[in-house]
């Protein structure tokens, strides 16, 4: 007797929707397409609301797109791993920022400390490299 889903399950998912006596099993969010939907739906909102959200995520759940629906612990444990990710990406940006602004007060000081040397950027030491190293290739092959 085949159950009745919306659509088609992996056995695996059958497995755990019959254990647990649902048609279609809760799961965490794991797949990459539940986490850009997560993503979305909290760009949309302005605060994390559980009850809107699972309003909201019901209307794009798709077993094509591997989006399932969740139960509220779900949404809120995966919440704190967003929250997280946030964070981190902040702090990335603000290092970033110092990081540019720290280079700068190197550029000066180099300038002052060794002012009649002249620095040559990253782009030029790479472009130089393959100029010397074509020559040697041109010096061999003429040998």
């Given amino acids: 007797m085949k159950d009745k889903t919306p659509f088609e399950l992996s056995r695996d998912m059958m497995y755990i929707a019959r254990m647990t006596n649902v048609p ?8 990459p397409e539940e986490k850009k939907l997560f993503t979305n739906l909290m760009a949309s909102s302005n ?10 995520w019901i209307k794009y759940v798709d ?8 139960l509220p612990f779900y949404r809120r444990s995966y919440w704190k791993v967003y929250e997280k990710g946030l964070s981190v990406k902040a702090t990335a940006k603000s290092y970033e920022k110092s990081t540019k602004s720290l280079e700068k007060v190197l550029e000066e000081f180099k300038k002052k400390l060794w002012p009649n040397i002249n620095y040559i950027t990253t ?9 010397l190293h ?5 010096k061999y092959q003429e040998r």
């Fill in 24 to 31: 279609v099993p809760f799961l965490s969010v794991n797949h």
């Fill in 47 to 56: 605060n994390f609301d559980s009850e809107q959200m699972a309003l909201d």
């Fill in 63 to 70: 077993k094509d797109k591997q989006i399932y629906p969740k």
């Fill in 123 to 131: 782009l030029e030491t790479q472009s130089l490299r393959c100029r």
């Fill in 134 to 138: 074509s020559r040697k290739l041109h």
